[in-house]
């Protein structure tokens, strides 16, 4: 009987299973998928000579996450690889803005729309830089980061107090047109804004915006070298280096409670796995709570909070081989790894407009990814491994384009869509559908189908709307991985700080596990020595 048992194989359910293999637990992760690694996994179905990762790419929060860090994945063949240049938001009147983890290289590109707008992003990379150490601590502790916040409220009243903390609840759109006079700083904020579910008008959308961007800055948005499974393939050889152990194809279907605690899984194939000491789930948070725990076991408050959780915007992806590289009309977006696709700010937030309205995007903002940019072993040379990917409603009621997109996703509607989705890529680089060889399409249906946790295409494990952050994540009052359940811990990103590959979910589910765990002495000293640690001062 292992001391622990991790349902789901992503890369917080590995963190979580390699924290607790670290303190001497024993632990088995049980994954519904063939593979490891949730949505951190890459194949060859485009092409055999191109590499394709499935889900997600770039990875700015592991390059900035002191959990991973600290996992020291690199002594498990682990190598990051970066682009050139670290995203790149061309205009179809061939204007481009650029950001670099050079800060002059991107006030340079900025100073191209306006002369004062390269001095405009160096005064938020010094807010940001003396933000920074606090403000990540905040970010990857558990909640509430008591000590991280008191700092960081230290260093906010040094870079303005209460004038910072109101930029950094203003949606995107004013942040930008308070800071930049031209469109090249507003559109690099609002266009990482869009990689969650905020609108240029949504509060909250300027603080994201921001911090995406300056991780971008200070950090790059670097990719594993071959894969981004790379990434997964390190976890798991780490966690069995420890005699852990990564069980695929087990779907959990039941969280065994007696006694009014977590004692175990059962799987659907009606095998019984027991944990001595704690359960831990990296599973969204509707699975959880709706289909893995039996409700008896959970407050009925729980149970109506849940029925109002929110997931983040849907997603549709398209992946291509391609004969060459991008012709991108701006040529500083040849050198990007990732590139924004939107014509100005009133695009994207037509664009927002139209999913908030449950229509099918006309005139889709595309994030695309130039994977062979980023990491030359993804295709032969001279080539290029691409994707794009776009948000759509969950809940479709009518098409914006004038070509009938239903949502039911049947073959129809996906080809609809993902020529729609090139015919955007077209606008910017004129030429590009000439170089495709071959492309994949993966609708919501077939990513939820890939990985259980993302449902109807959902990537965040709910929104990142303000209404479902903090305290009130992933429901009012719960904003720690702890459950209703005693020895029962949510890892997923449905728990603070929410999506991203960084590992924290896993992490915190992990520490409150072993603390749950602890004699009241030693949990104590460890209290004392995690502080120690997080002031500094070496053990």
């Known amino acids: 009987m292992p001391d622990a048992v991790v349902i789901g194989a992503g890369p917080n359910g590995l963190v979580a299973a390699n924290l607790l293999a670290d303190a001497g637990w024993s632990v088995e992760v049980l994954e519904e998928q063939p593979e490891p690694g949730g949505a951190v996994r890459h194949d060859q179905g485009v092409d055999p000579a191109f590499v394709n990762d499935l889900f997600s790419s770039f990875y700015p929060l592991a390059a900035a996450s002191p959990v991973l860090a600290g996992l020291r994945l690199q002594d498990h063949g682990l190598r990051w690889s970066h682009a050139p240049s670290v995203l790149a938001h061309p205009l179809t009147d061939g204007s481009c803005a650029v950001l670099d983890r050079d800060v002059d290289a991107t006030a340079a590109s900025l100073d191209a729309f306006d002369p004062a707008d390269g001095d405009a992003w160096r005064r938020l990379h010094e807010v940001w830089q003396g933000l920074r150490p606090d403000l990540l601590d905040a970010l990857f502790t558990p909640f509430p980061p008591v000590r991280a916040t008191a700092r960081l409220a230290l260093r906010l009243r040094a870079a303005g107090g209460l004038r910072m903390a109101r930029s950094l609840v203003l949606p995107v759109r004013r942040l930008g047109e308070e800071e930049f006079r031209g469109q090249g700083g507003r559109l690099l904020l609002a266009g990482n804004a869009l990689h969650a579910d905020l609108a240029p008008e949504s509060s909250g ?209 996906q080809e609809l869509f993902a020529d729609r989705v090139e015919r955007q890529v077209e606008r910017f680089a004129p030429g590009f559908r000439d170089l495709i060889r071959a492309r994949r399409i993966l609708a919501p249906p077939m990513l939820e189908a890939m990985d259980g946790n993302l449902a109807g295409g959902a990537i965040n494990g709910g929104t990142t709307a303000m209404h479902q952050q903090l305290v009130f994540r992933p429901l009012p009052g719960t904003g720690r991985p702890e459950t209703p359940v005693p020895g029962l811990f949510l890892a997923s990103s449905g728990a603070h700080p929410g999506g991203g590959v960084h590992g924290a979910p896993g992490s915190n589910a992990a520490r409150a596990a072993l603390r749950r765990n602890l004699p009241p002495g030693l949990a104590r000293a460890q209290r004392l020595l995690a502080r120690r640690d997080r002031t500094g001062t070496r053990r």
């Open 205 to 413: 959308s300027g603080g994201f915006g921001w911090l995406m961007a300056m991780l971008g800055q200070t950090y790059g948005f670097p990719v594993p070298a071959g894969g981004s499974g790379a990434l997964t393939s390190a976890l798991v050889r780490r966690l069995e280096s420890l005699g852990g152990r990564v069980r695929c194809g087990q779907r959990v279907e039941r969280v065994v409670v007696r006694g009014g605690r977590a004692v175990g899984v059962r799987t659907a194939a009606g095998d019984a796995v027991r944990a001595r000491r704690a359960v831990l789930a990296d599973v969204s948070v509707p699975a959880l709570y709706g289909e893995l725990v039996e409700p008896e076991h959970l407050p009925a408050q729980l149970l109506e909070d849940l029925r109002r959780f929110q997931w983040d915007f849907a997603t549709f992806k398209v992946d291509w081989a391609l004969d060459g590289p991008v012709p991108w009309q701006a040529e500083q977006a040849s050198r990007a790894g990732t590139v924004h696709l939107a014509d100005g700010m009133d695009e994207l937030t037509r664009f927002a407009a139209q999913i908030a309205m449950r229509q099918v995007p006309d005139r889709p903002f595309t994030i695309f990814g130039q994977m062979t940019t980023s990491d030359a072993t993804r295709s032969p040379q001279g080539t290029e491994s691409a994707w794009a990917y776009t948000h759509i409603p969950h809940d479709i009621r009518a098409d914006a384009g004038d070509e009938g997109i239903t949502g039911d996703w049947t073959a129809k509607d």
